[in-house]
């Protein structure tokens, strides 16, 4: 290794503060040095926070609660997180629903409208059952305890003005904010570093 290799070797590391550049210098997201485990702590606090205040459905771990969450923000549909979470997409939807993460576009089958889910609103002030619900509304059950379950879901959120779910988002955010204001960092630090460097290298 000639001199302006092992200098521009060494101002690599200074800035990216690693042993070797043949690390990976990818952080996950979770803190500025890619653990998870402050990100999944402050997760765990917000589900303590709704195990306290509400019964859960769902009978899945912290982790596998934690992990949903993550799953949910990255876009992933109840499909693709029950196969990772080798759970059927059924308990997912009761998982997520216990967490109050409901989609925009939550298929309930055409069947169900605004209409349909005003009056879903307007029954369960009274208790009706799932049912009740399907034969007023000539719905399946199946699908009417679907719609059931969301409606009481949006019902719970509403009641704490959607604060749950705000934190999880705010978590988060401020994970992938912290990866990559740590990226940027490096990158500039070590352009900063190298520039104006004449970079003569035989390969």
Known sequence: MDNKTEELRDIFLDVADEETVTESQEAERGSLTGDDRPVDGRLRGVLEEMREKFTFAAELSDEEYCELVRLFYDGADDGEIAAALSRSPE??????LDLHLIRDDDPLGDAVGASELDAIHAMLATEDSAATIAEELGLDETTAERARAMVEAENRARRVSQRFRTSFEEILTDADLAVD?????REDGLEEATEGAEVDVDF
């Open 91 to 96: 308990e997912i939807f009761a998982a997520r």
């Open 181 to 185: 204001l740590t990226g940027g960092a």
